[in-house]
């Protein structure tokens, strides 16, 4: 069986690995991750909220096959007890627009990804965590068993376990440094080097999956360094808090989580999400100009403080005074995003990778890229996953992702 190593071991990486693993040795199966610290960025700072159908055209079909994979991995694994997997409802507290933007426009000019509701409005009742108005209207977003909440670090961290049980070899902290080419110029080898001894380990494989999401270009580049080619992915900042709060107790939970968008100020929409175990996450406070770190783990030393007083702001404000509060985490992650607002999966053709270079005929080979899922990177996790294990494998796709290819 041809080995595959997958280069970034975030929720898309770990997810891909966890569904090669089903059809192919786990042990052929590599996973390399760079950041001495895993899940340093959005795979453990994002939301974790979850839709089935609030996406566009091209990745509706991806949608909607990873809220099944959810859904399927929670019955078959106790996903409510082991990640905090639990339906949802999703409600505006300001009246959401008939016109649907583009599914990434929420987070670049601080507008509400309420706007990508599937659901016609209904009047709604506020959770008894959220402090509101008397003339504040409270509208359900999102239809019934469409949406729902994980903790997105308890899933990358089980699914990362599954891996490892199953005989995946992890490399960390390392690095892909560079591949090797046979006598016919197509990749044989990828050299990965122990970011901590200095070691380096030559790998033979032909197929090869970059995950690393907004470092995914970083990736390309330094394995690819005659290629004029870059990959279009960019990075959106985001900071967030986790807080808890006493009017949002176990006693609460048999009724299921509560996804709440609201429109605080021009180019500022806070979303906050109730997860099981008594935690509330708030964000909203996006930037496209911050500029990426080397590694996810140098993340926290950029938190801003006026980012995170806004925040406070806004926990203030709809959840109540903050005497009761308890402030578990101050965030910041760089979410992986593309111009066109969709994610990219798919083979990188070989006449991106540079001169005298190329990769076997797939299933035997290949260069693969998924990564640019913006807002959606834990929602489409499981989907994402599931597709990519079947192209690198040349099965049959469970979703048609033919919209998602890389455009070059």
Same mark, same amino acid.
């Given at each position: 069986?041809?080995?595959?190593?997958?280069?970034?071991?975030?929720?898309?990486?770990?997810?891909?690995?966890?569904?090669?693993?089903?059809?192919?040795?786990?042990?052929?199966?590599?996973?390399?991750?760079?950041?001495?610290?895993?899940?340093?960025?959005?795979?453990?700072?994002?939301?974790?909220?979850?839709?089935?159908?609030?996406?566009?055209?091209?990745?509706?079909? =991806?949608?909607?096959?990873?809220?099944?994979?959810?859904?399927? =991995?929670?019955?078959?694994?106790?996903?409510?007890?082991?990640?905090?997997?639990?339906?949802?409802?999703?409600?505006?507290?300001?009246?959401?627009?008939?016109?649907?933007?583009?599914?990434?426009?929420?987070?670049?000019?601080?507008?509400?990804?309420?706007?990508?509701?599937?659901?016609?409005?209904?009047?709604?009742?506020?959770?008894?965590?959220?402090?509101?108005?008397?003339?504040?209207?409270?509208?359900?977003?999102?239809?019934?068993?469409?949406?729902?909440?994980?903790?997105?670090?308890?899933?990358?961290?089980?699914?990362?376990?599954?891996?490892?049980?199953?005989?995946?070899?992890? +490399?960390?902290?390392?690095?892909?440094?560079?591949?090797?080419?046979?006598?016919?110029?197509?990749?044989?080898?990828?050299?990965?080097?122990?970011?901590?001894?200095?070691?380096?380990?030559?790998?033979?494989?032909?197929?090869?999956?970059?995950?690393?999401?907004?470092?995914?270009?970083?990736?390309?580049?330094?394995?690819?360094?005659?290629?004029?080619?870059?990959?279009?992915?960019?990075?959106?900042?985001?900071?967030?808090?986790?807080?808890?709060?006493?009017?949002?107790?176990?006693?609460?939970?048999?009724?299921?989580?509560?996804?709440?968008?609201?429109?605080?100020?021009?180019?500022?929409?806070?979303?906050?999400?109730?997860?099981?175990?008594?935690?509330?996450?708030?964000?909203?406070?996006?930037?496209?100009?911050?500029?990426?770190?080397? =590694?996810?783990?140098?993340?926290?030393?950029?938190?801003?403080?006026?980012?995170?007083?806004?925040?406070?702001?806004?926990?203030?404000?709809?959840?109540?005074?903050?005497?009761?509060?308890?402030?578990?985490?101050?965030?910041?992650?760089?979410?992986?995003?593309?111009?066109?607002?969709?994610?990219?999966?798919?083979?990188?053709?070989?006449?991106?990778?540079?001169?005298?270079?190329?990769?076997?005929?797939?299933?035997?080979?290949?260069?693969?890229?998924?990564?640019? +899922?913006?807002?959606?990177?834990?929602?489409?996790?499981?989907?994402?996953?599931?597709?990519?294990?079947?192209?690198?494998?040349?099965?049959?796709?469970?979703?048609?992702?033919?919209?998602?290819?890389?455009?070059?």
């Amino acid at each position: 069986m041809t080995t595959t190593v997958v280069l970034g071991a975030g929720i898309i990486g770990t997810s891909t690995a966890y569904y090669l693993s089903k059809h192919q040795p786990a042990s052929s199966i590599h996973l390399v991750e760079p950041s001495p610290e895993l899940f340093a960025s959005a795979s453990g700072y994002a939301g974790g909220f979850l839709a089935k159908d609030w996406f566009s055209p091209a990745s509706a079909e =991806l949608g909607a096959l990873s809220f099944e994979e959810h859904r399927k =991995l929670t019955e078959k694994e106790d996903g409510a007890r082991k990640w905090g997997y639990a339906r949802s409802t999703s409600i505006s507290l300001s009246p959401a627009t008939n016109t649907k933007k583009r599914v990434d426009v929420w987070c670049r000019d601080g507008a509400s990804r309420a706007e990508a509701a599937s659901g016609d409005s209904s009047i709604g009742v506020a959770p008894p965590w959220l402090r509101k108005q008397d003339d504040d209207s409270v509208e359900v977003i999102s239809e019934e068993n469409s949406v729902a909440q994980v903790d997105p670090l308890q899933l990358s961290q089980f699914l990362l376990q599954k891996c490892l049980d199953a005989g995946v070899h992890l +490399h960390h902290p390392a690095k892909a440094i560079s591949i090797q080419t046979d006598m016919r110029n197509e990749i044989s080898s990828i050299c990965i080097a122990n970011t901590q001894s200095s070691s380096e380990t030559d790998i033979p494989c032909t197929n090869i999956i970059i995950t690393a999401g907004a470092w995914s270009p970083q990736v390309f580049a330094t394995l690819f360094p005659t290629s004029e080619f870059a990959l279009p992915i960019s990075s959106l900042a985001g900071h967030s808090l986790v807080v808890k709060s006493p009017r949002w107790a176990a006693e609460h939970e048999e009724h299921g989580c509560h996804a709440v968008f609201l429109t605080s100020q021009p180019g500022y929409s806070p979303e906050l999400f109730s997860r099981i175990g008594g935690h509330i996450y708030i964000a909203g406070l996006n930037s496209a100009t911050a500029p990426l770190p080397v =590694l996810a783990t140098d993340s926290k030393a950029r938190v801003e403080k006026s980012a995170i007083e806004k925040l406070r702001g806004t926990v203030r404000e709809v959840l109540g005074g903050d005497d009761d509060l308890e402030v578990i985490r101050e965030g910041l992650c760089f979410r992986p995003t593309t111009d066109r607002g969709t994610p990219i999966l798919g083979r990188i053709p070989d006449s991106c990778l540079g001169p005298a270079v190329s990769a076997r005929a797939a299933p035997e080979g290949g260069v693969y890229l998924a990564a640019g +899922h913006g807002p959606w990177g834990i929602s489409m996790s499981l989907g994402t996953g599931k597709v990519m294990a079947e192209m690198i494998q040349g099965r049959a796709l469970s979703a048609d992702v033919s919209g998602l290819a890389l455009e070059f």
